[in-house]
């Protein structure tokens, strides 16, 4: 049972400061761009073409 104190005001402690720290980053925009990042790694810069060169 005293377990029970510590334990309870503890969880309620982590479950209040996730709730802000979520609450924070829509504040800060965190969440705006969501499929910005997952796209970005298919736009490969190596794809350019050849250019033909002299010698050959």
């Known amino acids: ?3 029970l104190v510590i334990l309870i005001p503890v969880a309620l402690a982590l479950g209040l400061g996730g709730l ?6 829509l504040r800060h925009h965190q969440y705006d761009d969501l ?5 970005r790694i298919l736009i490969d810069d190596g794809d ?5 060169s002299d010698g050959a």
Request: no cysteine; aromatic share 16%; proline share 11%.
């Open 1 to 3: 049972m005293n377990g």
């Open 35 to 39: 499929d910005g990042a997952a796209l």
């Open 48 to 52: 350019k073409p050849l250019e033909p």
């Open 20 to 25: 802000l720290v979520f609450f924070w980053a």
